[in-house]
């Protein structure tokens, strides 16, 4: 019984490293951290958005990510965070605040969406996108991921245009011994379980 017990939280612990086709949530707002640091090869850009935007206005957007990451059946997925407006597009899903691909959409490295600009035209509306190019294989190794910020005002905005801050958070050194602590401690608790 303590076999079956140990490799079932053994099992489970393992899936949390598994790819998410389906979408993410807020624990991507600083970027798909699960798949290593950001990679510089791989871009991500927003299409179509005017330098400043008028109320209430729809606008076709396209997001793209280009990466050398080699293309297969589930190629790449996305969060997108706007502190403004709506996001509308075949596919997109809002999760935990945010805009994220499902499962459908998956299949591509490019998304065509409508932004909903918003009502009142004295705010800064900003996009925080997080794109990540998938290879494929089921799990996040070999994948890479940026990050993009963008500022639209409104006619009647008097701020400063800045674009959010992007966190710039990487794998750090004590995230990686954390984890080879855990994985190595995983593999102690099924060695003792099975040798029971």
């Not at 490799?7 to 707002?29: E, F, H, K, N």
């Not at 090869?41 to 206005?57: A, D, H, Q, R």
């Not at 997108?80 to 509308?88: A, K, N, P, Q, T």
């Not at 998956?106 to 900003?126: F, G, K, M, S």
Request: proline share 4%; aromatic share 6%; hydrophobic share 40%.
């Amino acid at each position: 019984m303590k076999r079956v017990i140990a490799l079932a939280v053994l099992l489970s612990l393992i899936g949390q490293s598994q790819a998410l086709p389906d979408g993410i949530g807020d624990r991507a707002d600083d970027g798909c951290l699960c798949h290593g640091g950001l990679d510089d090869t791989t871009i991500v850009n927003l299409s179509g958005l005017p330098e400043i935007y008028n109320s209430s206005m729809q606008y076709n957007l396209t997001l793209t990510i280009q990466s050398p990451v080699e293309l297969n059946d589930v190629q790449g997925g996305f969060r997108v965070v706007i502190s403004d407006g709506e996001l509308i597009g075949e596919g997109w899903q809002v999760m935990d605040g945010g805009y994220t691909h499902t499962a459908e959409i998956n299949d591509r490295r490019q998304w065509e969406v409508v932004w909903i600009a918003p009502e009142a035209d004295d705010e800064l509306a900003t996009f925080v996108i997080h794109g990540n190019a998938v290879n494929g294989n089921g799990n996040v190794n070999g994948d890479e991921w940026n990050s993009l910020s963008l500022a639209i005002p409104g006619p009647n905005y008097t701020g400063e245009v800045t674009a959010p801050e992007l966190s710039g958070k990487e794998v750090t050194g004590i995230q990686i011994a954390v984890g080879v602590i855990g994985i190595l401690s995983l593999i102690t608790l099924a060695f003792y379980a099975i040798k029971d």
